[in-house]
Each structure stands twice: as structure tokens, then as C-alpha cells.
């Protein structure tokens, strides 16, 4: 069985705080990494991908990735009440021919003003 | 620049009927991945496919559902003969190529009454 974990949260920090997301899987032959942010009632939207070990860096967003510990985060600079979401970690795994997104339950992050 | 398209938006059906979702990935992009996220849970993985393909269905339950994604037109999931425990939301991505960045439609939720 594929998994896919992330700290269960819920998450709170205040205004202009880092907020860390974190996120484990078990196939090590996984390439591929994803976060997802979902506000209540709507759709997920990607907002950082990440494919290599190190950091990546998008605006106020970085994903970290480690595959030796399999382990992948997302750090949220200087947060807004506007980030409050449910912060979704992805992972393709290859079964078979075929490759899916396996989502960890996802963190409830909260940002108070 | 269209994104992906989910019609209907909400789908209401008494158990025993037929639910159809239909699904336009964006513009060239020739995967789509289904989804399902039940209440207070996590996306779950139903079925991938390509043009008139369906590459990795292992998500699916077994009866009543079924998917395609014809030559022409949108992808369809058919729930058959419905039951309330298929209430849900109902996401599609689609990406242009296998293992890539999936983007979400803004899914059908589906009420069996």
C-alpha cells in the first residue's frame, strides 16, 4: 500500500508567521511532488510542484524535498489570513505502466490576524 | 486560456438513478484522472485515461461505475443505479503529459436523495 501522510493538524499561526507543512511517503521510487491548497467548497489548485532534492522557491511559497528520507515540505513566508486552506501533499506513484497521484489527507492551516 | 470544465456543477439524484459527469480537460491536454473526495476526507483516485483509453482504473469500484473518455467530447463518469454513500464531490484534472502537473476542474458534487 502506497501512502501519503502529512501532519494531521489542524495548524494555526498568526499574521506574517512561517507556516511548515510537512508530508511523508513510502515509495521510494516516487519522481514527482505536488501541494495542493483547497479552500472550503472548492477545488484543489497546485501551487508548487518539485521534482528534484533541495529547495524550491516560488514567491512567499518553498517546497523542500528530501527523497533519502522521503520526506517533503512546504514553507508559507509570511503568512496571510487569505492562505487559510487545507494545504493537500501529492505524490505520483508508478504502479504498473501507469502513474497517479496519491493525496495525503492534508493539513488544516489556519492564519490568524 | 479555459481551464478544465465540470458540468454540472451539482447533480441531484434519488437512489436507484443514473449520474452523469462530464469533464473537458484543458486545452491540450490529453490526460484525465477522476476523483472522488467524500466528506471530510481525501481525494481518492478513481481512473485515468487518454483518448478513447482507459490506462489505470484501479480506483474504481468494481459495479455501477464506469468511465470514458471518447475521440470526440468530454470525458464521462456514469455512476449506474446510485445509492447515498455515492454522494460526494466529484473532481477531474487533467495534464499534458503522464506524471505532470494535474490541474483540477471545480468538480460536480453529487447528492443521492
Known amino acids: 500500500q502506497k501512502e501519503v501522510e502529512q501532519n494531521s493538524g489542524p495548524l494555526s499561526v498568526p499574521e506574517g508567521a512561517i507556516a511548515s507543512l510537512n508530508c511523508t511517503y513510502s515509495d521510494r521510487v516516487s519522481q514527482s511532488f505536488f501541494w495542493y491548497r483547497q479552500y472550503s467548497g472548492k477545488s484543489p489548485e497546485l501551487i508548487m510542484s518539485?521534482?528534484?532534492?533541495g529547495d524550491k522557491e516560488d514567491g512567499r511559497f518553498t517546497a523542500q524535498l528530501n527523497k533519502a528520507s522521503q520526506y517533503v515540505s512546504l514553507l508559507i513566508r509570511d503568512s496571510q489570513p487569505s492562505d487559510s486552506a487545507t494545504y493537500l501533499c501529492a505524490v505520483n506513484i508508478l504502479e504498473g505502466s501507469a502513474r497517479q497521484l496519491t493525496f495525503g489527507s492534508g493539513t488544516q492551516l489556519t492564519v490568524l490576524p | 486560456n479555459a481551464g478544465v470544465m465540470q458540468n454540472p456543477r451539482h447533480l441531484v439524484r434519488r437512489r436507484g438513478q443514473e449520474a452523469r459527469l462530464r469533464c473537458s480537460p484543458m486545452?491540450?491536454?490529453?490526460?484525465v484522472y477522476w476523483y472522488r473526495q467524500l466528506p471530510e476526507e481525501g481525494l481518492k483516485f478513481m481512473v485515468y485515461?487518454?483518448?478513447?483509453?482507459?490506462?489505470?482504473e484501479s480506483g474504481m469500484p468494481k459495479e455501477r461505475f464506469s468511465a470514458e473518455f471518447p475521440k470526440e467530447g468530454p470525458s464521462i463518469l456514469r455512476i449506474q443505479q446510485v445509492v447515498r454513500g455515492d454522494s460526494a464531490a466529484y473532481f477531474c484534472?487533467?495534464?499534458?503529459?503522464?506524471?505532470?502537473?494535474?490541474?483540477f476542474g471545480p468538480g460536480t458534487r453529487l447528492t443521492v436523495t
Open positions: 486545452k491540450g491536454h490529453s490526460h
Open positions: 518539485i521534482y528534484s532534492n
Open positions: 485515461l487518454q483518448k478513447e483509453n482507459i490506462i489505470d
Open positions: 484534472a487533467s495534464s499534458p503529459q503522464t506524471g505532470g502537473e494535474q490541474y
